[in-house]
């Protein structure tokens, strides 16, 4: 399978412009000033995976400081940085622009948000994998014992069972099968 592609480059000393290409075509154009926090993003419908816009120009970003910043260490974990974002990027566009008309109302692990998750298509990973509406975050259902959060998926990592932070943080979980992280449950210790 043709893996997704991000690619920056600088254009007059200081504005970026960074482009990701996914496997099937679909094409992300992301462009401002090197200071920006967020860039201005060209329509389209990965424009829409908030996740994928924050790592893409993540990405652009250390790019830059890579060559730009003053000393040789600073540079280095720029371009560490740089590589990071730009794998992640590649790999939420892959999942990303393969989404079914599945959906599932669920908790996400990354905005802690209750979205509606689209269901990818191909199995990308072994796992069931979902992306969150509302933050662009690939998830897969918790495998905690009658949880329904979802759990965020990371590349590279298919051998973890994913599990929400719910699960992973409460022990006892298996005594409060309704246990939620939503906002509004404050927990008192009563
Ligand atoms: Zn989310
Ligand atoms: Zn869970």
């Known amino acids: 399978m043709q893996k997704s592609n991000v690619v920056a480059r600088v254009l007059d000393g200081n504005r970026l412009e960074c482009h990701v290409i996914s496997s099937k075509g679909q094409k992300l154009t992301l462009s ?15 424009g829409s995976n908030r996740l ?13 400081d890579a060559v730009n910043l003053p000393d040789q260490e600073q540079q280095k974990h720029a371009t560490a940085r740089a ?23 669920a908790w996400c692990s990354a905005c802690f948000g209750q979205h509606d998750h689209s269901r990818v298509n191909k199995s990308i990973t072994q796992l069931n994998t979902y992306v969150c509406q509302g933050c662009g975050s690939p998830g897969s259902p918790c495998m905690g014992p009658v949880c329904k959060n979802m759990a965020v998926r990371v590349p590279g990592a298919v051998q973890m069972k994913p599990y929400c932070p719910n699960i992973a943080m409460k022990s006892s979980v298996l005594k409060r099968p309704t246990a939620k992280w939503a906002p509004s449950t404050t927990t008192k210790s009563s």
Not at 59 to 64: G, H, L, M, Q, T
């Open 83 to 105: 590589k990071k974002h730009r794998k992640l990027a590649e790999w939420i566009a892959d999942v990303a622009e393969d989404v079914t008309d599945e959906k599932k109302l």
């Open 32 to 46: 401002g000033l090197t200071t920006d926090v967020e860039p201005q993003v060209d329509a389209g419908e990965l």
């Open 52 to 64: 994928l816009v924050n790592n893409a120009w993540a990405f652009a970003k250390a790019k830059f």
